[in-house]
């Protein structure tokens, strides 16, 4: 039967999924607002993270703090390489090209970790004081939950001041208006793509461990989904804005849930038929996003 603390604990389902949407949509946004990439390996890139959180922590039994920090790093040389080898020298082609790169390093991620560790799905298991639950009212959030919702804030913050007031953060919008402008202005481009990379990559790393302590499996094509997931959040938002990639990935949280929650049992395997739905109806009536520049290219 349908009450409002029901609704209430699904709306906060709701909002602790869009946080981890949020956070990779950020990523997303970063590079998109360069490069106009649409990095399908994204999402990969998060699951190399979580992969190595798990392989230090049960096999050499290290301390989660680095684990992560060692996560962070490997993610982000994940991506550099990505960049150096299958994107840098397709620069200059078309968005399409570049696409089509992405989306092929995408299934060679996925490829490696199955030949690694197999397709099978594994446990994992954040130490106790991250699982530790805290009940208000109906409502249950863990402290990897809270975490997870306050870190997406500050990540904004401190992001949108850097592109605001740093040196890197003009270049980098500089690029984002025109790069062969920017070029010309004595603007090193390859430096302010390293730039973008390396905080999308360290943000995929951050995102696959909150996303996999929250569902407490994993396995080598967890990231797809919810990357794909989290790119429509930056497109529902307005790509290119950290803030609509924000506002996006909450938004698709809680649809994504309240559908779960108040459809018919039957047809809630198909929920995500509906967020789709939900996002190119929002798209009709603000093609640029909710946030997304009049003046820009249509999401």
């Known amino acids: 039967m349908f009450t409002f603390e029901y609704f209430l ?45 798990l392989v230090l922590t049960t096999a050499f039994g290290m301390p989660l703090w680095i684990t992560v920090l060692i996560s962070i790093i490997i993610s982000v040389l994940v991506g550099l390489t990505a960049e150096r080898v ?13 696409l089509i790169s992405s989306l092929a ?30 009940t208000f009212g109906t409502v249950r959030l863990s ?22 007031y740093t040196r890197i953060g003009m270049a980098m919008r500089a690029c984002s208006d025109n790069m062969n402008a920017a070029k010309l202005m004595g603007i090193n481009i390859n430096t302010v793509v390293v730039v973008a990379f390396i905080i999308g990559s360290g ?28 790119f429509s959040a930056a497109v529902l938002g307005g790509i290119g804005s950290l803030s609509g990639a924000v506002l996006g990935g909450f938004i698709l949280g809680v649809a994504e849930m309240l559908f779960a929650g108040l459809m018919p049992t039957e047809i809630t395997p198909y929920r995500d038929a509906f967020v789709f739905l939900l996002l190119i ?19």
Do not use: W
Request: proline share 4%; no cysteine; aromatic share 10%.
């Open 9 to 53: 604990s699904q709306l906060v389902n709701g909002l602790k999924l869009g946080s981890v949407y949020a956070m990779v949509a950020i990523g997303y946004s970063m590079v998109y607002g360069i490069l106009r990439l649409i990095n399908f390996a994204h999402g990969d890139i998060m699951t190399v993270g979580v992969y190595t959180i």
């Open 86 to 98: 299958a994107y840098r020298p397709l620069r200059d082609a078309g968005e399409e090209t570049t």
């Open 105 to 134: 390093v995408s299934i060679l991620i996925q490829n490696l970790l199955v030949m690694i560790f197999s397709p099978q799905r594994v446990a994992f298991h954040l130490p106790e004081y991250l699982s530790k639950l805290y």
């Open 143 to 164: 402290t990897i939950n809270i975490i997870t919702f306050i870190s997406v804030f500050v990540i904004l913050i401190l992001l949108s001041y850097m592109i605001k």
């Open 203 to 230: 943000l995929a790393a951050l995102s696959g461990l909150m996303l996999a302590g929250e569902y407490k499996t994993i396995d080598p094509l967890m990231g797809f989904v919810p990357g794909l997931k989290a």
């Open 281 to 299: 109806l929002v798209l009709l009536i603000k093609p640029n996003g909710i946030l997304g520049s009049s003046d820009g290219g249509r999401s």
